[in-house]
């Protein structure tokens, strides 16, 4: 498991933004993801909203003493429970037509491949995705 320094910022006066280095790498991925089931599991009246590199943890009332709070979250991230954390394959239509697809003969003739190909290439891999959304 990693260990990564994290910075914990005040975001309002329920909420408390906690940062990991600003890099696109699994290992931060999945610790963010451990670190918010681990709080999702131990602390249920949290809510917790996760974007790249970043976990916004938030309270339904005001936060009486930040400090405490942010020191409470560090000893549950230094606690958190290294889990197996589910991947799912989530299949997502596309439409190849070219009034969606307006770029793709530019693509194709940088490419130096046809149309049939181009599909071929983007449909054959599997992505990661790192976030969905953002956080305001």
Avoid at 33 to 47: C, I, S
Avoid at 53 to 72: A, G, K
Wanted: aromatic share 12%.
């Amino acid at each position: 498991m990693n260990d990564f320094q994290l910075v914990f910022r005040s975001y309002s006066e329920n909420s408390v933004l906690i940062q990991w280095p600003v890099e696109i790498r699994e290992a931060i991925l999945f610790d963010i993801l451990a670190f918010q089931t681990y709080l999702e599991k131990t602390r249920p009246a949290l809510l917790c909203n996760a974007a790249y590199c970043e976990l916004l943890v938030q309270q339904t009332s005001p936060i009486d003493n930040l400090d405490d709070f942010i020191s409470t979250l560090k000893q549950a991230y230094a606690n958190r429970n290294v889990e197996t954390i589910k991947r799912h394959r989530i299949r997502i239509p596309v439409s190849y037509d070219e009034a969606f697809g307006v770029d793709q003969h530019e693509v194709c003739g940088n490419l130096k491949i046809d149309k049939e190909a181009l599909v071929r290439l983007h449909t054959s891999g599997h992505y990661l995705v790192y976030a969905i959304g953002f956080l305001p």
